[in-house]
């Protein structure tokens, strides 16, 4: 049975890793935009909205490990897990273009990396807020004991 303070560190390792994935896929949007050049669409910026937001909520809640972090951060993160899941199926083809929301400015399904054949922005977002989601939902499940 593991002691107060060994599940108090293993449940801070885990907020900080939800922190650490906010904080890289952060600077992976940004490193798109500024250094890459790549314009974002309309789904992309409701992403960020739901993203950026985390790393100062997921970092308040490290300082003092603020138990109630994940009813905060887990509701924004779901948001922006669901926009993903969207424009993923919008770029995968599987939803029709007549239903796109990026009917002005930048495509929603314009291709700027296609790794693998199937890893692509959208897809590295959708993978993201997957983690954040699974890591919350983790941590509410061991402070809830």
Request: one cysteine or more; charged letters at 10%.
């Amino acid at each position: 049975m593991p002691r107060a303070g060994q599940t108090s560190n293993a449940n801070w390792n885990i907020l900080f890793i939800c922190w650490l994935l906010a904080a890289t896929s952060t600077m992976g949007s940004v490193f798109f935009s500024h250094v890459m050049d790549f314009a974002p669409c309309v789904l992309c910026w409701y992403q960020r909205i739901c993203l950026f937001p985390l790393i100062i909520l997921l970092g308040v809640g490290l300082f003092s490990f603020d138990k109630s972090v994940v009813k905060y951060t887990l509701p924004l993160a779901i948001a922006g897990w669901l926009i993903a899941l969207y424009h993923s199926l919008l770029y995968a083809g599987i939803i029709p273009e007549n239903i796109q929301p990026c009917t002005q400015g930048v495509s929603c399904t314009e291709e700027y990396i296609d790794l693998l054949g199937f890893i692509t922005i959208p897809m590295l977002s959708l993978l993201s807020f997957s983690l954040i989601i699974a890591l919350l939902l983790i941590l509410q499940r061991r402070i809830s004991r």
